[in-house]
Structures are given as structure tokens and as C-alpha cells.
């Protein structure tokens, strides 16, 4: 995979979405609606890696319009798309983006890497409950399988369910291990349970920065 640079200007301007279409189709539908949400006369132009054609993303990307006041450019299929145009066609422009245009890139893959683009790749609850608990009872859960449980959170923040069952297994996983007592476990699972309560009620923000919560909990390292 090549990898090319951009600025940090663009680091909110441009959003790659990676994963299975089920899951990163409505990830880029929530971020139009939130996009829309903010400003007005904005404009959605979809384009898809089949029949894409760079010649025309660019010049959408570097033409500012009389009439609309702000784009959304969406790029369906990018794993269709070949390293070449990625290259030639598309890293270049993104340094050019005009305030009022956002670029989102979405598909089953990129063949190039683009540094200091926000990438998020969608996992479904059921994929992440089973990475998490296969390494709870490895004994090789850490902070930053935490950090991925609040990002999961942030984009799907009703699926409190699936989180608490992922850590109240690994809270097993340490008392069949004898790492903790039973009573430590019973200590634990009860402040879990209200853990669960306060993000589900607002209590506390599911923003990241809850989950440094989670760690003394799990008897997480930090590093």
C-alpha cells in the first residue's frame, strides 16, 4: 500500500470509511445528516469506483459554485479504485479543498494510505464481542481494546448492551483464571452495572475519554 501525505488542515474536512457496505453505508449517511444539519444549501454529489472518473472528481473538488454554498463529494467502492489515481487524481486535490467542500471515501478497502485522514474502519457488535473475549481469556486485553470500545460506542451509542456483556465476560474470564476472588468480581460487576446505568440514563458523556473509567475496573495496563 502507498502512502501520501495530507495536512492537517483536512484532517476534519476528509473522512474514509472502511468495512462492510452495511456498516460504513450508514456511517456515511449519519455523517451527511450531521454535515446537513449545520449548514444550509448544501449539495450531496455521489460518485462510485466502477465508473469513476478522476478527471471529473477533480475538477468538483477544486470548482467552487455561484450557486451552492456548501458540497458533501462521496465516494462509494473505493476499493475499485487503482493506486495510480489515487495518486495522480486524488491525494494532490485533497490539500486544495475548499472550506465549504467535504470529501468522504467509503468501500471495502484503499490502496493507498493517506496520512493524517480520519480513517475509521465499522465492525459490527458481534465481531467486537468475540475479538474482546477471545483475548480476555489470553490474558492480552489492554487499554487499547478500551479505546476501540468507546469508538464503537460513538458511533453506535445504543449498543451499551453488547459492551457490558464483552466486559462482564472478561470479569469471568479473570475469576475462572483466578485473578481476581469472587468477591472482587461481585465489587466489580456492581460497579460495571453502574457504569452501564450512567452512560445508558447521560449521566456521563460516551464521548471518549469514559472509558480511562474502565481500566482500574478490568485491571488494564495503561501501556
Not at 455561484?66 to 491525494?91: D, G, P, S, T
Not at 460497579?191 to 452512560?199: G, V
Request: with cysteine; glycine share 4%; aromatic share 12%.
Amino acid at each position: 500500500m502507498s502512502t501520501f501525505g495530507l495536512s492537517n488542515r483536512m484532517e476534519n474536512r476528509v473522512k474514509i470509511f472502511l468495512g462492510p457496505h452495511n456498516l460504513t453505508s450508514e456511517r456515511v449517511e449519519f455523517l451527511v445528516r450531521e454535515i446537513s444539519g449545520k449548514h444550509n444549501n448544501i449539495e450531496v454529489k455521489r460518485y462510485y469506483g466502477a465508473e469513476f472518473n478522476p478527471e471529473y472528481f477533480r475538477d468538483e473538488v477544486l470548482e467552487n459554485s455561484l450557486f451552492i454554498q456548501y458540497k458533501i463529494l462521496i465516494v462509494h467502492q473505493i476499493e475499485q479504485i487503482e493506486k495510480k489515481v489515487w495518486a495522480e487524481y486524488i491525494i494532490p486535490y485533497l490539500e486544495y479543498v475548499p472550506d465549504n467542500v467535504f470529501v468522504i471515501f467509503e468501500g471495502l478497502s484503499v490502496k493507498a494510505k493517506i496520512n493524517n485522514c480520519d480513517v475509521e474502519v465499522a465492525e459490527d457488535a458481534e465481531d467486537l464481542f468475540r475479538k474482546i473475549y477471545k483475548k480476555s481469556w489470553q490474558k492480552k486485553i489492554n487499554a487499547g481494546d478500551i479505546y476501540e470500545i468507546s469508538k464503537f460506542l460513538k458511533s453506535k451509542p445504543y449498543e451499551f448492551s453488547i459492551v457490558i456483556g464483552v466486559i462482564g465476560k472478561h470479569l469471568e474470564n479473570l475469576v475462572a483464571q483466578k485473578i481476581i476472588s469472587e468477591m472482587e468480581f461481585i465489587k466489580r460487576l456492581e460497579t460495571l452495572l453502574d457504569l452501564d446505568f450512567s452512560l445508558k440514563s447521560g449521566r456521563i458523556s460516551n464521548e471518549p475519554g469514559w472509558e480511562i473509567l474502565l481500566l482500574r475496573l478490568l485491571g488494564v495496563e495503561s501501556n
